[in-house]
């Protein structure tokens, strides 16, 4: 039979283990807000360029340009 060391886990160890655990947490929801926020900037770029290539040109067709 193999023996078992058992390590005492003090409640420090558990305080620093909890403080770890939530700044990972904190900076997993701030790396994810980022991207989303990335995200929906460059779905805007990408929708109002679009809208650009799409629209005509304002002065498209105003005038002719002869030459004689």
Do not use: C, W, Y
């Amino acid at each position: 039979m193999v023996p078992i060391i058992i390590r005492e886990v003090s409640f420090l160890d558990i305080a620093a283990l909890s403080v770890s655990m939530h700044q990972a947490s904190l900076g997993q929801s701030v790396s994810l807000a980022l991207t989303k926020m990335s995200m929906d900037n460059t779905q805007q770029n990408a929708t109002k360029m679009l809208e650009m290539l799409q629209a005509p040109h304002p002065t498209l067709g105003n005038s002719i340009d002869l030459k004689g």
